[in-house]
């Protein structure tokens, strides 16, 4: 019966989300779409999070590489730096 308590009244299986992984959700999606508002140029939108950043608090390294750290708070940093050209 554990199983099936998870199912949701259409038969699809609802598991739920820590907060902090939904929190990471919005903030990669955040960081996607900023990114693609910045930059209508697909490529250059998607390129940007790859190439050396001399931004303060990237030290040399790419977006992705400082969101890939593991932690929540470097994660933040980059939703917050590319916010920040949004507004």
């Known amino acids: ?42 490529g250059r939108a998607n390129g940007w999070i790859h190439r050396p950043n001399t931004g303060p608090g990237f030290d040399g390294r790419s977006a992705v590489s400082v969101m890939l750290s593991g932690k929540l708070a470097d994660l933040q940093y980059v939703y917050d730096y590319v916010q920040g050209w949004t507004q």
């Not at 699809?12 to 990471?24: K, S, T, W």
């Open 1 to 42: 019966e554990g199983w099936r308590s998870a199912l949701g009244t259409s038969g699809a299986l609802v598991l739920p989300i820590a907060d902090e992984v939904r929190l990471r959700i919005r903030l990669i999606v955040g960081i996607f779409e900023a990114l693609h508002t910045l930059f209508p140029d697909e």
